[in-house]
C-alpha cells in the first residue's frame, strides 16, 4: 500500500519548456488535488479532481492544466514553464471533499 | 477567500514545555485541519475538528466555532515533535492554509 506517489521528486526546467507531473494513489480516494507551497505561504490550490474524468480550478490555475483520466492518476501539467512556478508541488487524495487529505512526498521543480 | 492566520510563525520549547499554536480564520467553516510538516519535507494530517476537543497521545485540539479560533497542544514536548504545524480549513469548495508554525524543541 504505497498511499500517494509523486513523479518526479526533482526537476529543473528553463523557461518555456514544458513538462508533467504525475500522481498516482492506491486508496481508491474520488478526490485528488494539486498544491503547490511556496517561502512564507500557505499551501495554494492549484486544480482539484472529484472522480475520473472531471477536474475543476483552484485558487491559482493559470499556467497549469490537469487531467484526470483514471481514478488512481492526476496529472499536473506546465505547457510553458515560467520561473513564477518555481515551487514544491503536492498532491493529495481524500474520500470526501472535507475529509482527511494523504499527502505526496512532494515534487521540487525549479524554472530557470 | 478564507483568511486563515497563524500564531506565532516561529517557537522554540525546551524538551517538556507545553506547546500552544493558535489559528484563526475569517469566515465560518465545515471542518478544520491540523497538518505536520516534517523538516523533510513529508506532510501528515493530525486532526480534523468541527467543534469541541480531540487527542491524540500527547497532542490535543480545539476549536470554538463562535470564535473562528482552534488552538493545537502538545504536551510533554519532545525534540521530534520538531516540525511545521499546518491550521487548514474547508470553507466553499476548497481547503485554505495557514503560512504554519515552525516548532524547535531544544533537548
Known amino acids: 500500500n504505497a498511499g500517494v506517489t509523486q513523479t518526479p521528486k526533482f526537476r529543473v526546467l528553463k523557461t518555456g519548456q514544458s513538462m508533467t507531473l504525475l500522481c498516482a494513489q492506491d486508496?481508491?480516494?474520488?478526490?485528488m488535488y494539486w498544491y503547490r507551497q511556496d517561502p512564507g505561504m500557505g499551501l495554494r490550490l492549484i486544480h482539484y479532481?472529484?472522480?475520473?474524468?472531471?477536474?475543476a480550478k483552484g485558487e491559482v490555475p493559470d499556467g497549469y492544466n490537469v487531467s484526470r483520466l483514471k481514478k488512481q492518476n492526476f496529472l499536473l501539467g506546465l505547457e510553458s514553464a515560467a520561473p513564477s512556478q518555481t515551487s514544491v508541488y503536492f498532491c493529495?487524495?481524500?474520500?470526501?471533499?472535507?475529509?482527511?487529505?494523504?499527502f505526496g512526498p512532494g515534487t521540487r521543480l525549479t524554472v530557470l | 477567500k478564507n483568511e486563515v492566520e497563524q500564531s506565532p510563525q516561529n517557537l522554540t520549547a525546551q524538551e517538556g514545555e507545553f506547546i500552544t499554536i493558535n489559528c484563526s480564520y475569517s469566515?465560518?467553516?465545515?471542518?478544520l485541519h491540523w497538518l505536520q510538516q516534517h523538516p523533510g519535507g513529508g506532510i501528515v494530517s493530525l486532526f480534523m475538528?468541527?467543534?469541541g476537543k480531540k487527542k491524540h497521545g500527547r497532542l490535543i485540539a480545539t476549536i470554538n466555532i463562535q470564535e473562528k479560533h482552534s488552538s493545537l497542544h502538545i504536551t510533554a514536548s519532545h525534540p521530534r515533535d520538531s516540525a511545521v504545524y499546518i491550521c487548514?480549513?474547508?470553507?466553499?469548495?476548497?481547503?485554505?492554509f495557514g503560512t504554519g508554525t515552525s516548532l524547535t524543541v531544544i533537548p
Open positions: 493529495a487524495s481524500s474520500l470526501s471533499g472535507v475529509g482527511v487529505q494523504f
Open positions: 475538528l468541527s467543534s
Open positions: 479532481s472529484v472522480g475520473e474524468g472531471t477536474t
Open positions: 486508496m481508491n480516494h474520488e478526490y
Open positions: 487548514a480549513v474547508f470553507w466553499g469548495n476548497q481547503f485554505y
Open positions: 469566515v465560518g467553516i465545515s471542518a
